[in-house]
């Protein structure tokens, strides 16, 4: 995906762009599968172009170790991937520790529950696995909190960022009884946050210090109605506002939040955009302690499936100058809302 944006060739370019929107804080990842091609040897020259970039433009990042990829020569069910991810993440961070640069915070694992499932139970993803979502889960959980040990051993002052997507689930009415299971399906989005913390399944190792700041991935997608292809919109009165599933995370966890990822597609942008920050902020008046919202996608991107262009950023693809065309509207709600001096 990287490679497609050619966000790697011209990382100091896309950087500056951003400033004149008052943003200065990314979220990137680690490409694990180009950093350890083979075992034990690595090679950090990928993620030095986004750090080097980053550090000339004064610009600060956010850093995923493991976002949805690792090197081909990994089983991520077996007990020697999580052995491979420790190796990773020490080599990484001490790389980081001798580097001095702008990363403060980190997120070991990103969207635990997304990718145990869609790798795990539904086959979207590679390995493709079906009916092993709670096994990739407790996996992936394991490998975060052994990521966030060395991370607390090597980096203390670093913060971690748990980014886990936020969902709203309600009962097909069609189906007698249907409302229970959509309730356990939709509680089920806890399970990662409470692993790390040491609240569910103790035996992976998690404590409360392995869950610091909550991340909180919403998308316009992320509410439907259980067993059925119908997803809920703003207008429909089944419809969960954002606030209050943020009040809901804070009350259960009373640890801060960032909003870590959210976006749309097309002329929607501006429009979903507003609603968050409207919705941030009626949360935040009712106590919510949240510290940011990252848009995702910055840059247009190939869509996953189907390699289509996606128009859901505020940049569009480069030209071979490294120059990307600004989505306008949404540019100009973005500056607005900052002159507003809150959220609107």
Same mark, same amino acid.
């Given at each position: 995906m990287v490679t497609a944006t050619r966000h790697d060739l011209f990382a100091r370019k896309d950087f500056e762009a951003l400033l004149p929107f008052g943003i200065s804080s990314v979220r990137e990842g680690a490409r694990w599968h180009l950093i350890e091609q083979r075992p034990g040897a690595f090679d950090f020259a990928s993620l030095d172009v986004i750090l080097d970039a980053a550090k000339d433009t004064g610009v600060e990042v956010t850093l995923d170790l493991l976002h949805f990829g690792w090197p081909d020569y990994l089983d991520v069910f077996g007990p020697?991937?999580?052995?491979?991810?420790? !190796?990773?993440? !020490?080599?990484?961070?001490?790389?980081?520790?001798? =580097? =001095?640069?702008?990363?403060?915070?980190?997120?070991?694992?990103?969207?635990?529950?997304f990718l145990a499932w869609a790798a795990g139970d539904a086959g979207f993803v590679y390995p493709f696995a079906v009916g092993r979502g709670n096994?990739?889960?407790?996996?992936?959980?394991?490998?975060?909190? !052994?990521?966030? =040990?060395?991370?607390?051993?090597?980096?203390?002052?670093? =913060?971690?960022?748990?980014?886990?997507?936020?969902?709203h689930i309600i009962g097909n009415p069609e189906i007698p009884g249907d409302?229970?299971?959509?309730? !356990?399906? #939709?509680?089920?989005?806890?399970?990662?946050?409470?692993?790390l913390s040491g609240d569910m399944a103790p035996e992976l190792g998690g404590k409360p210090e392995y869950l610091d700041i909550i991340g909180v991935n919403f998308y316009d997608r992320n509410e439907w109605v259980h067993n059925s292809t119908v997803s809920l919109k703003r207008r429909d009165p089944r419809y969960r506002p954002f606030h209050k599933i943020l009040l809901e995370i804070w009350e259960r966890y009373n640890r801060p939040i960032l909003i870590s990822e959210t976006g749309?597609?097309?002329?929607?942008?501006?429009?979903?955009?507003?609603?968050?920050? #409207?919705?941030?902020?009626?949360?935040?008046?009712?106590?919510?302690?949240?510290?940011?919202?990252?848009?995702?996608?910055?840059?247009?991107?190939?869509?996953?499936a189907d390699d289509r262009h996606c128009y859901n950023g505020l940049l569009d693809y480069a030209d071979d100058a490294g120059n990307r065309e600004v989505f306008q509207p949404l540019a100009d709600k973005l500056l607005a809302i900052q002159r507003s001096g809150a959220f609107c």
């Open positions: 020697e991937f999580l052995d491979a991810f420790e !190796r990773f993440s !020490r080599a990484l961070i001490l790389h980081l520790k001798r =580097r =001095r640069n702008t990363v403060r915070f980190i997120a070991p694992v990103n969207e635990i529950s096994e990739l889960k407790s996996q992936l959980v394991v490998a975060a909190i !052994r990521a966030a =040990r060395i991370i607390r051993e090597l980096l203390p002052e670093v =913060r971690l960022l748990a980014p886990e997507p936020a969902i409302q229970c299971e959509a309730e !356990r399906y #939709r509680l089920s989005q806890f399970q990662a946050w409470d692993m749309t597609e097309d002329d929607d942008r501006p429009d979903w955009f507003a609603y968050i920050c #409207r919705e941030v902020q009626t949360a935040m008046e009712a106590g919510v302690p949240v510290q940011g919202i990252c848009l995702y996608p910055i840059l247009n991107h190939p869509g996953w």
